[in-house]
């Protein structure tokens, strides 16, 4: 997973640490007992830097990795908790008690062992009824998890669990990550800086004193629910998201829709000009959005978006057989790929609606794939790459839906398709290519939809 915040003021904060724990003023504490998998092993320590509005101080925020082991400052009043020239250090202790875990687990663990003895000696058709057990221990482990959102609301594990199609590793909360943004979103702390480094004997896949984001597998599952963004990039000048269905990009009118890709980046990042979306994704539509921190970049992007040099990809799924779709743009037979363009207008009368109007409507311009078949919810429906050559609003939707296109809408379309309720928009932006404002590099980055 990217790192969400800049890294170097954090990393400054993680070498004294180190510096710390080698000559014996700070000690981590075994309070759980040392499985012999883990002994010797190395941690992820973690940091957080932040500024405290209410006290106009420095906060230095540290964690470790996982529930078994706890920083402790040596030779201090308060083990937890220092002040040095005005900079307040804070250890953080584990978000749920290894006490905690053991009771969650009690329920089944015996039945599980006596389950294992037997499988062990031959008798694998008791398998599914352990695989049941061990997963509903799991999620007894899960309920126990409550995060700090950026919004300063709660958010639990079952809540982030509940918008996935799978259960998230053992361990998934016990990060440092996790802890370091529940207690600054807790005390609505502004964030400067987070990093976290592996100590230890070097291994295959860490470096001692070395950074590392956080992981994939478990940070990369619940931090983007906790930030309120899931940052794919950033850099001083760019900030790449994956945004999800159902927020939009930039706030609309009304206190009821503030709550944006643009209001929540800039609440992470409070030095981020007002409109710093570089282009615009539909609220229902998921995917790569790109958003600048300073004017001067958001310039240079917003000329490349005009000028057609940022090249965008789409995939969407069609509500149906496109071979078999009646629209006048639809495909013979046997026709993989072509072109569409239509041009459209706002339907002043039906807002926001874009109604077909070859006089007065901008031009839309679109390049398709087809991709093949695919089985949805029992439905066989059409898996379609696009490529928009134009940015017109709702170019992609209109192509699919509009008897001038293929006259098959994309599943999910509440404007232009039949959607079943509750049912969101399946088209995502998973490409995106473009120049860097400042270095001029040629940046690439694929985001694939999670609907497929």
């Given at each position: 997973?990217?790192?969400?915040?800049p890294?170097f003021?954090?990393?400054?904060?993680?070498q004294?640490l180190?510096?710390d724990?080698?000559c014996?003023k700070v000690?981590?504490?075994q309070?759980?007992e040392?499985?012999k998998?883990?002994?010797?092993s190395?941690?992820?320590?973690g940091?957080?830097?932040a500024?405290?509005?209410?006290?106009?101080q420095?906060i230095?925020?540290?964690?470790?990795?996982?529930?078994?082991?706890?920083?402790?400052?040596?030779n201090?009043e308060?083990?937890?908790?220092?002040?040095?020239q005005k900079?307040?250090?804070?250890i953080l202790p584990?978000?749920?008690?290894?006490q905690?875990?053991?009771?969650?687990?009690?329920?089944?663990?015996?039945?599980i062992h006596e389950l294992?003895d037997?499988?062990?000696?031959?008798?694998?058709?008791?398998e599914?009824?352990?695989?049941?057990?061990?997963?509903?221990?799991?999620?007894n482990?899960?309920s126990l998890?409550?995060?700090?959102r950026f919004d300063?609301k709660k958010i639990s594990?079952?809540?982030?669990i509940g918008?996935?199609?799978?259960?998230p590793?053992?361990g998934t909360?016990d990060?440092?990550?996790?802890k370091?943004l529940d207690y600054?979103?807790?005390?609505?702390l502004?964030?400067l800086s987070?990093?976290?480094?592996?100590?230890?004997?070097?291994s295959?896949?860490?470096?001692?004193?070395?950074?590392?984001g956080?992981?994939d597998?478990?940070?990369g599952?619940?931090?983007?629910?906790?930030l309120g963004?899931?940052?794919?990039?950033?850099?001083?000048?760019?900030c790449?998201?994956n945004?999800?269905?159902?927020?939009?990009?930039?706030?609309g009118?009304?206190?009821?829709k503030?709550d944006?890709a643009?209001?929540?980046?800039?609440f992470?990042?409070p030095?981020?000009?007002?409109?710093?979306?570089?282009?615009?994704l539909d609220?229902?539509?998921?995917?790569?959005l790109l958003?600048?921190?300073?004017?001067?970049?958001?310039a240079?992007?917003?000329?490349?978006?005009?000028?057609g040099?940022v090249?965008?990809?789409?995939i969407?799924i069609l509500?149906g057989?496109?071979?078999?779709?009646e629209?006048l743009?639809?495909?013979?037979r046997?026709?993989?790929?072509?072109?569409?363009?239509?041009?459209?207008r706002?339907?002043?009368d039906?807002?926001?609606?874009?109604i077909?109007?070859?006089?007065?409507g901008?031009l839309?311009?679109t390049e398709?794939?087809?991709?093949?078949l695919?089985?949805?919810k029992?439905?066989?429906?059409?898996?379609?790459?696009f490529?928009?050559l134009?940015g017109?609003?709702?170019q992609?939707r209109?192509?699919?839906s509009?008897?001038?296109?293929?006259?098959?809408?994309?599943v999910?379309?509440s404007l232009?398709?039949?959607?079943?309720?509750?049912?969101?928009l399946?088209?995502?932006?998973?490409?995106?290519?473009?120049r860097h404002?400042?270095?001029?590099?040629?940046?690439?980055?694929d985001c694939p939809?999670?609907?497929?």
């Open positions: 997973m990217f790192p969400p915040f890294q003021t954090a990393h400054h904060y993680i004294k180190i510096d724990l080698d014996g000690k981590i504490q309070i759980t040392e499985s998998e883990r002994l010797g190395g941690l992820m320590l940091c957080l830097v500024y405290d509005k209410k006290t106009n420095r230095i925020l540290y964690a470790l990795s996982g529930i078994s082991r706890q920083l402790i400052f040596q201090s308060n083990p937890s908790q220092i002040t040095i900079e307040k250090y804070i584990p978000l749920v008690s290894d905690a875990i053991n009771k969650a687990l009690l329920k089944n663990d015996k039945k294992t037997l499988i062990n000696k031959g008798d694998k058709s008791l599914k009824e352990r695989s049941l057990l061990t997963t509903e221990s799991l999620k482990v899960f998890y409550n995060f700090t300063g594990l079952n809540q982030i918008k996935k199609d799978k259960l590793p053992t909360g990060c440092c990550a996790p370091l600054a979103f807790k005390h609505n502004e964030i987070m990093d976290e480094v592996f100590y230890g004997k070097d295959k896949n860490k470096k001692n004193g070395s950074s590392y956080p992981c597998e478990r940070c599952y619940i931090l983007p629910s906790i963004l899931e940052i794919l990039y950033r850099d001083s000048c760019l790449l998201i945004k999800e269905s159902g927020l939009l990009s930039v706030p009118r009304g206190p009821e503030i944006s643009e209001s929540r980046l800039k992470l990042f030095e981020t000009i007002n409109q710093p979306a570089v282009h615009r609220m229902e539509t998921s995917g790569l958003l600048a921190f300073d004017k001067k970049s958001h240079f992007m917003n000329k490349e978006f005009e000028k040099r090249s965008k990809k789409y969407a509500d057989i496109l071979e078999k779709a629209g743009a639809a495909p013979k046997g026709e993989k790929s072509g072109r569409i363009e239509l041009a459209f706002l339907d002043p039906n807002r926001p609606h874009q077909y109007d070859p006089e007065k901008k839309g311009i398709w794939k087809n991709l093949g695919i089985n949805y029992g439905k066989k429906c059409t898996v379609v790459e490529i928009p134009t017109r609003t709702h992609l209109l192509a699919a509009h008897q001038k296109g293929f006259g098959l809408p994309i999910g379309d232009y398709g039949n959607p079943e309720e509750g049912q969101r399946l088209l995502h932006c998973c490409h995106l290519e473009f404002p400042v270095s001029g590099q040629l940046m690439k980055f939809p999670d609907f497929i």
